[in-house]
């Protein structure tokens, strides 16, 4: 008999239909991704297990940092 499949669930890419992202079980978050086929970001929520189309949101960086100094 074969072992139960490690990743039950899976996400498919509302762009291309063809991208998957791989789910282990339910949990209470929301991550955002990238297709590794067409490139194009999205958003998976663990919890209602549903998916919709997003756009990427540029990294601001730690605010808080103090920034380097040079001479």
Same mark, same amino acid.
């Given at each position: 008999?074969?072992?139960?499949?490690?990743?039950?669930?899976?996400?498919?890419?509302?762009?291309?239909?063809?991208? *998957?992202?791989?789910?282990?079980?339910?949990?209470?978050?929301?991550?955002?991704?990238?297709?590794?086929?067409?490139?194009?970001?999205?958003?998976?929520?663990? *919890?209602?297990?549903?998916?919709?189309?997003?756009?990427?949101?540029?990294?601001?960086?730690? *605010?808080?940092?103090?920034?380097?100094?040079?001479?």
């Amino acid at each position: 008999m074969p072992p139960d499949d490690p990743f039950p669930y899976e996400a498919i890419c509302p762009w291309c239909d063809e991208g *998957k992202l791989m789910i282990e079980k339910p949990a209470d978050t929301k991550v955002s991704c990238r297709c590794p086929r067409c490139r194009k970001h999205y958003e998976v929520d663990f *919890k209602t297990m549903t998916v919709k189309k997003s756009e990427p949101v540029p990294y601001r960086g730690n *605010k808080n940092r103090k920034q380097a100094t040079t001479a």
